[in-house]
């Protein structure tokens, strides 16, 4: 019975890395698509925290504004 417990134990430890390396490889195969999925989603809030801190101002006069001021600098503007 000795022999046979002792067989397994070195079955086990001979044969651990290959088992070890399977567990590993099944825990990290969805990984990148969880990745890209996450990067998608905050790049999602940082456009609806933008639009919603711009929904209130008027950006066509800020840049009319912003193009009179270049061009009345450099001698452009009347």
């Known amino acids: 019975m000795n ?3 002792a067989a397994l134990y070195v079955w086990t430890m001979l044969n651990t890395d ?3 390396d399977k567990l590993r490889a099944r ?3 969805g990984q990148g698509t969880l990745e890209y999925v996450g990067m ?3 790049a ?4 609806v925290a933008v639009i919603t801190v711009l929904k209130g101002i008027d950006l066509g006069n800020i840049v009319t504004q912003a ?3 270049v ?3 450099l001698g452009f503007g009347g």
């Open 3 to 5: 022999q046979v417990f």
């Open 44 to 47: 999602a809030l940082v456009v």
């Open 67 to 69: 193009v009179q001021k």
């Open 27 to 29: 825990r990290e195969s």
């Open 18 to 20: 290959k088992a070890i």
């Open 40 to 42: 998608i989603a905050v």
């Open 71 to 73: 061009t009345s600098a």
